[in-house]
């Protein structure tokens, strides 16, 4: 769970303010809506990218726990 959290919060905040200054830059009304467009899937990449670290990660403890005995 560390690790889907942390791929959300470091892709996830990255994502809304590059959405965010695109959004000032192209039309400044939806500015807050362009937040979502691009940190929403940004999150959503870094919450699969974390889940699969986390796998890889509990599935290397496994192993090395098992070749101890």
Known sequence: MRHVLGGVILLGFPG?????????IVY??????????VGVPAGVAGGILGLVSG????GVRAVRGSRAN
């Open 16 to 24: 809304g303010i590059a959405g965010l200054v695109i959004g000032l």
């Open 28 to 37: 400044l009304p939806t500015a807050w809506f362009a937040v979502f467009e």
């Open 55 to 58: 796998v890889l990660t509990m």
